[in-house]
RNA sequence: GCCGAAGUAGCUCAGUCGGCUAGAGCAGGCGUUUCAUACGCGCCGGGUCGGGGGUUCGAUUCCCUCCUUCGGCACCA
C-alpha cells in the first residue's frame, strides 16, 4: 500500500479572522487531502491555531480578558469556519493545547541535545510604547516607531539561539537532492539562493513576554520565533502511536510570505532534532479582491463564509481552485465567478445531465438503460475522454488543481460534441431505443466518472450528481482506488434519480442581488461614459471643475473644440419600453421618447445592471444623432443612453427635474 | 542596488529543447440546432509571441541590450 497522505495548512495567527486567503490555503489543503483519500490512500489533514505571542498578550490585557480566554474567542471563529466551507480537517490543533506544548517542548530538548541551542544576546530595535522589537524596514526614517513617532532604542535581552549556520551546507543538500522539496520551483530558487547567501543563527526564545511554551529547564524564556508554532506539525501526531506513524507530513500547504521558514528553519529544526523531514512544501500566492489588494480593512469585509452562502460553497471552492493556478498570484472577482458558474457548472456540466437523463425517465421509465448497446458511430469522440480523466488524476497529484479541473472540463466538452453528433433526440423521435440507450448510457457513464474526479473539489455538488444517476455519495476508503478507470457502478435497470438542475443559472438581476448581498462597498467605478457595446465611447461630459483635484490626468482624452461638441446631439429622453434582446445578456431593447412622432428604438448595453422594468419611465440622456448600429437580427440601435460604471454596475446619466422628452443637452 | 521570474489574441493563460498556416478556455462576431437550465455544436482571432540588436538558411523559441511588471534580499506566524 501507498504512503499515507499527510497535508497541513498554516496554523492561522489569531490577530486576525478567517480571510479570503486562509480560506484558499485551507480549502486548497482539503481538496488535495480529498483527491488522495479517493485514490484509497490513508489520509490526514490538519489545520489550527497559532495562540502565542506578545501580540496576543498584549490586545488581551486591553480587553481585560486572560490571554487564554481571549485565545479560546479568537480561535472559535477558524474551527467554526471550516465545516462551512466543505473543509473536514481531522484534527485541529491550538498551540495553546496542552499536548502541543508538551511535545514542543519535547522537540526543543531534542534539538539541545545535539547541541544546537545556545545562550545569547538578542539585540533589536525596540519601541518601549509599543513593547516590541521592530525591524530596520518597519520602522520610519531614523529608526522612528510609525504609532508612537518615537525612536526605538536598540535593546538587548537573553535569547537561545539555534545554530542555524551550521545546517547551510545540508540544506543545500536538500534541495539539490529533492528539488521538490520546495514547489513550485521559482519558489525553490528563491530559498536555495537565500541560504547560499549565508545562514545566521536564529533567535528563539524571549524573556520580555511570557505569553509562550516555556523553555524546558528556562521558565524564563517562552520559545519564539516560529519554533512552537512550526512544531505543530510534528506536536499533534506524537500522543498516538498510529497517528505518529504519519510523519513525516507528505505537504505542507503555505502562502509564499512564510515559505521561508517551512522550507528553511523547519527542516533544520527537524534536522537537528534527528527527524525525517516532510516531502513538499508547497507556496501558494496571493489573492487580490476585484483587481484590490487584501488589505486588513478588506479581509474583514470579505468573509469566505459570505461568499460561500451567496454563491454555494462548492462554486467558491470551484473558483478558487480553477481561476487561481495554483502556485501563482490570482484575483478573485466575483464578476468571473458568476460566468464560471454560468458557462462551466451550469452549461458544461450542468446542462449535460439534463440533455441526457430526462430519456431515462421518459423512454427507459426512471431506470438506467440496457448497457448492451452496440458500438455506437460517433463514440470516437469520447475517445479522450479517460486519458483526460487519468491525467487529471495526475494534476491532482502534482499538485496542480486547475489543470485537473481543466481536463475534467476537456472530457464534458467532448461529451457535449458527442451529444451533438450523436442527437439522441433523434433516436428517441424514430422510437430506435437501443441506439438512444447506447448514446445515453454513454454519457451517464461519463458523468458517473466525472463525479468522482470532481469530488475532490465540489463534493456536495458531486455527490447531488450521483444522486441523479441513482449512486450513493462518494465515500473513500483506505485501500479503494475510486479514480474513474473505466469501471461503472451504473447496472442497466437500476432506479435513476429525479431530475432537479444542479447549478440553476444566476442571471443578471440574480447576480446583482447576490453581490449586493455580500456587502461590500462598491469600488468607485471608471468614469466612461458607455451605451451600446463596441460604440464608441463618448468621452464623459463632465469638465473638471476649476479647482477640483485632477483625477486621472493621464487618462485624459484630447481636449476637443466647441464645435466638435455641437456636433453631438444630446436629448433628454424618457424610456417608454424596455426588454431584453433574446441571446444577448447585457443587451435591452429600449423604446425612447425623445419627442419625435415615434419613440426611438435604442439598443443599449445595460442590462447586466438593470432589469427592463426598472428603466420604464427614467429620463435619460441620449445622442439622437449617432449613426445606427445593428446588433443582428435586424435589431438597430438608433441612438445611444448614457450611463458610467462598468456593464455590471452601471450608473444612468440623468438630469434633474422633469424636462420635456426631446429636451436638447448642452 | 543585487538576485530571480515574467511580458504571447479583449481577458486568463498554455506552448515552442530554432523550422509545417503560434494554441486553449472565457468574452465577442457569424451560422446552426431545439433533447435541455436561451443551452449545445460548428466556423471566425489581420496577435510586430514587450522594444532594439546579434547568431542562423531560418527565432516567438538561443545570445546581448533596453523597457515594463512582479517576487526575493532574515525573525512578517
Same mark, same amino acid.
Not at 539 to 548: E, F, I, T, V
Given at each position: 500500500m501507498s504512503r499515507p497522505f499527510y497535508v497541513?495548512?498554516?496554523?492561522?495567527?489569531?490577530?486576525?479572522?478567517?480571510?479570503?486567503?486562509?480560506?484558499?490555503?485551507?480549502?486548497?489543503?482539503?481538496?488535495?487531502?480529498?483527491?488522495?483519500?479517493?485514490?484509497?490512500?490513508?489520509?490526514?489533514?490538519?489545520?489550527?491555531?497559532?495562540?502565542?505571542?506578545?501580540?496576543?498578550?498584549?490586545?488581551?490585557?486591553?480587553?481585560?480578558?486572560?490571554?487564554?480566554?481571549?485565545?479560546?474567542?479568537?480561535?472559535?471563529?477558524?474551527?467554526?469556519?471550516?465545516?462551512?466551507?466543505?473543509?473536514?480537517?481531522?484534527?485541529?490543533?491550538?498551540?495553546?493545547?496542552?499536548?502541543?506544548?508538551?511535545?514542543?517542548?519535547?522537540?526543543?530538548?531534542?534539538?539541545?541535545?545535539?547541541?544546537?541551542?545556545?545562550?545569547?544576546?538578542?539585540?533589536?530595535?525596540?519601541?518601549?510604547?509599543?513593547?516590541?522589537?521592530?525591524?530596520?524596514?518597519?520602522?520610519?526614517?531614523?529608526?522612528?516607531?510609525?504609532?508612537?513617532?518615537?525612536?526605538?532604542?536598540?535593546?538587548?535581552?537573553?535569547?537561545?539561539?539555534?545554530?542555524?549556520?551550521?545546517?547551510?551546507?545540508?540544506?543545500?543538500?536538500?534541495?539539490?537532492?529533492?528539488?521538490?522539496?520546495?514547489?513550485?520551483?521559482?519558489?525553490?530558487?528563491?530559498?536555495?539562493?537565500?541560504?547560499?547567501?549565508?545562514?545566521?543563527?536564529?533567535?528563539?526564545?524571549?524573556?520580555?513576554?511570557?505569553?509562550?511554551?516555556?523553555?524546558?529547564?528556562?521558565?524564563?524564556?517562552v520559545m519564539y520565533v516560529w519554533f512552537d508554532a512550526l512544531a505543530n506539525y510534528w506536536t499533534v501526531l506524537q500522543d498516538d502511536p498510529e497517528r505518529a506513524a504519519l510523519w513525516p507530513a507528505s505537504l505542507h500547504v503555505v502562502g509564499k510570505d512564510i515559505l521561508r521558514f517551512h522550507?528553511?528553519?523547519?527542516?533544520?529544526?527537524?534536522?537537528?532534532?534527528?527527524?525525517?523531514?516532510?516531502?513538499?512544501?508547497?507556496?501558494?500566492?496571493?489573492?487580490?479582491?476585484?483587481?484590490?489588494?487584501?488589505?486588513?480593512?478588506?479581509?474583514?469585509?470579505?468573509?469566505?463564509?459570505?461568499?460561500a452562502d451567496a454563491f454555494g460553497v462548492d462554486t467558491l471552492r470551484y473558483y478558487l481552485m480553477r481561476a487561481i493556478a495554483f502556485g501563482q498570484d490570482g484575483d478573485f472577482d466575483v464578476h468571473d465567478l458568476v460566468a464560471r458558474y454560468n458557462a462551466d457548472l451550469g452549461n458544461a456540466l450542468g446542462n449535460l445531465l439534463q440533455r441526457v437523463l430526462p430519456f431515462c425517465h421518459r423512454v427507459f421509465e426512471g431506470l438506467v438503460p440496457p448497457d448492451d448497446a452496440p458500438p455506437e458511430e460517433h463514440e470516437a469522440l469520447l475517445s479522450g475522454v479517460p486519458e483526460s480523466l487519468r491525467m487529471a488524476g495526475e494534476a491532482f497529484a502534482t499538485p496542480a488543481p486547475h489543470v485537473a479541473l481543466e481536463r475534467i472540463w476537456s472530457a464534458l466538452r467532448d461529451a457535449n460534441a458527442y451529444v451533438d453528433r450523436s442527437a439522441p433526440w433523434d433516436a428517441a423521435k424514430k422510437g430506435d431505443k437501443p441506439r438512444l440507450a447506447g448514446i445515453v448510457v454513454r454519457v451517464l457513464r461519463l458523468l458517473e466518472s466525472v463525479s468522482v474526479a470532481l469530488w475532490p473539489v465540489m463534493p456536495g455538488k458531486a455527490d447531488e450528481l450521483r444522486l441523479q444517476l441513482g449512486l450513493g455519495p462518494v465515500s473513500p476508503s483506505v485501500g479503494l482506488d475510486l479514480w474513474p478507470s473505466g469501471a461503472t457502478a451504473l447496472v442497466a435497470g437500476a432506479k435513476l434519480g429525479?431530475?432537479?438542475?444542479?447549478?440553476?443559472?444566476?442571471?443578471?438581476?440574480?447576480? $446583482?442581488?447576490?453581490? /449586493? &448581498?455580500?456587502?461590500?462597498?462598491?469600488?468607485?467605478? !471608471? @468614469?466612461? +461614459?458607455?451605451?451600446? =457595446? *463596441?460604440?464608441? $465611447?463618448?468621452?464623459? /461630459? &463632465?469638465?473638471?471643475?476649476?479647482?477640483?483635484?485632477? !483625477? @486621472?490626468? +493621464?487618462?485624459?482624452? =484630447? *481636449?476637443?473644440?466647441?464645435?466638435?461638441? /455641437?456636433?453631438v446631439d444630446l436629448r433628454v429622453g424618457v424610456v417608454v419600453a424596455a426588454e431584453r434582446v433574446p441571446r444577448k445578456d447585457k443587451l435591452l431593447s429600449l423604446r425612447v421618447d425623445l419627442g419625435e412622432a415615434e419613440p426611438r428604438a435604442i439598443v443599449a448595453g445595460l442590462a447586466l445592471s438593470f432589469a427592463p422594468e426598472a428603466l420604464v419611465g427614467k429620463r435619460v440622456l441620449v445622442v439622437a444623432n449617432l449613426e445606427p448600429r445593428t446588433f443582428g437580427k435586424g435589431l438597430v440601435s438608433h441612438g445611444m443612453i448614457l450611463a458610467s460604471g462598468p456593464s455590471e454596475s452601471l450608473t444612468l446619466a440623468t438630469v434633474s427635474g422633469e424636462p420635456a422628452a426631446g429636451s436638447r443637452v448642452k
Open positions: 497541513t495548512t498554516p496554523i492561522y495567527y489569531i490577530n486576525d479572522v478567517p480571510h479570503l486567503g486562509t480560506a484558499y490555503s485551507t480549502i486548497a489543503a482539503d481538496v488535495l487531502r480529498r483527491y488522495h483519500a479517493v485514490r484509497g490512500e490513508r489520509t490526514f489533514f490538519l489545520t489550527g491555531t497559532d495562540e502565542h505571542g506578545l501580540k496576543i498578550e498584549r490586545v488581551a490585557k486591553e480587553r481585560g480578558l486572560a490571554p487564554k480566554a481571549f485565545a479560546d474567542e479568537m480561535s472559535a471563529p477558524f474551527r467554526e469556519t471550516w465545516p462551512k466551507l466543505a473543509c473536514a480537517p481531522d484534527d485541529f490543533i491550538r498551540t495553546t493545547d496542552e499536548r502541543h506544548e508538551r511535545w514542543a517542548a519535547e522537540l526543543w530538548k531534542r534539538v539541545a541535545a545535539s547541541g544546537d541551542l545556545y545562550e545569547g544576546t538578542y539585540e533589536g530595535w525596540y519601541c518601549v510604547g509599543c513593547e516590541a522589537y521592530y525591524t530596520e524596514k518597519e520602522l520610519a526614517e531614523g529608526n522612528v516607531c510609525a504609532t508612537h513617532k518615537t525612536p526605538a532604542e536598540r535593546v538587548r535581552e537573553p535569547s537561545y539561539f539555534f545554530k542555524l549556520s551550521r545546517y547551510q551546507d545540508r540544506l543545500l543538500e536538500l534541495y539539490r537532492d529533492h528539488p521538490s522539496f520546495v514547489a513550485p520551483g521559482s519558489r525553490l530558487n528563491e530559498v536555495k539562493s537565500f541560504v547560499a547567501g549565508g545562514l545566521s543563527d536564529l533567535s528563539v526564545s524571549r524573556t520580555t513576554f511570557s505569553w509562550g511554551v516555556p523553555v524546558p529547564g528556562d521558565p524564563r524564556h522550507a528553511i528553519y523547519w527542516p533544520a529544526f527537524l534536522m537537528s532534532a534527528g527527524l525525517p523531514l516532510p516531502e513538499q512544501v508547497f507556496a501558494h500566492g496571493f489573492l487580490t479582491f476585484g483587481g484590490q489588494k487584501m488589505s486588513k480593512s478588506l479581509r474583514n469585509t470579505v468573509k469566505p463564509t459570505a461568499l429525479e431530475v432537479a438542475a444542479l447549478f440553476p443559472r444566476i442571471d443578471p438581476d440574480r447576480q $446583482a442581488e447576490l453581490i /449586493a &448581498s455580500l456587502g461590500l462597498a462598491p469600488p468607485a467605478p !471608471a @468614469a466612461v +461614459a458607455v451605451a451600446a =457595446p *463596441s460604440a464608441p $465611447a463618448a468621452p464623459a /461630459a &463632465s469638465a473638471p471643475a476649476p479647482g477640483a483635484p485632477q !483625477a @486621472a490626468a +493621464a487618462d485624459q482624452p =484630447p *481636449s476637443i473644440a466647441y464645435d466638435d461638441f /455641437a456636433k
